[in-house]
């Protein structure tokens, strides 16, 4: 099988027979990648791959370059972005063999669902950058996992991020802000992405919390 068949088998089963509830992204990101290296199937998993920002075209972003997960097996490399976002849950959680008596908050109320969806579609954008610049890189998955199902749903056209929309079905190339002069615009740059995408979502149940994930192949 193909690399990328691979990984997204595996990805896909870990997230189907997952039964914990994340903290947080680096705890989700340090789970998977550590499942990826358990499987034997790869010959190297790192994480906070760096890529400097100066060997990119078209990079349009401030921030550095680090690749959440990078898989590599037979001189090729698969480069895996996360999203973790999250509305308030607090559990009972069990430590060191008892489950403790308080409720303890396990996933905390992140919002800014506008820029959460904008930061999926970056990741899928620094994926195709990555692609067109190392030829080992044929392939890579961009994940999104969330408790919130405010990311499933469309939102009103006048929104200003309606084209950052994560609703089941096909995407068009354009992740642009409608309100040009809105703080959102100035901070976080319009970009193209180079094709049509189809965002289709799962759903998990964790103990009695919904969980929804869709992975996006690049």
Known sequence: MSLLIDVHTDVKLFLDNNRELYFNERDFQMHLATYLHQTGHYEDVDVEYYVPQSELENYIWNNEL??????????????????????????RIPRFGERLSLNVEVMKNQGAQDLGKYDFWKDVRRIEIIRKRFKTVKNGLAIFMTN????????????NHI??????GTHPKEKHWLDKESICSKTHPD????????????????????????????
């Not at 919130?148 to 929104?159: A, V």
């Open 191 to 218: 970009f193209d992405v180079d094709t049509d995408y189809s965002v289709h979502w799962e759903t998990r149940t964790i103990e009695d919390i919904n969980i929804y994930y869709t992975i996006l192949t690049i």
């Open 66 to 91: 680090r690749i959440d997960v990078l898989v590599s097996k037979g001189g090729e490399y698969l480069p895996i972005e996360l999203k973790y976002k999250t509305k308030s849950v607090k559990k």
């Open 148 to 159: 919130d199902p405010t990311y499933l749903q469309k939102g009103r056209m006048s929104s």
């Open 163 to 168: 084209n950052f929309s994560m609703t089941e």
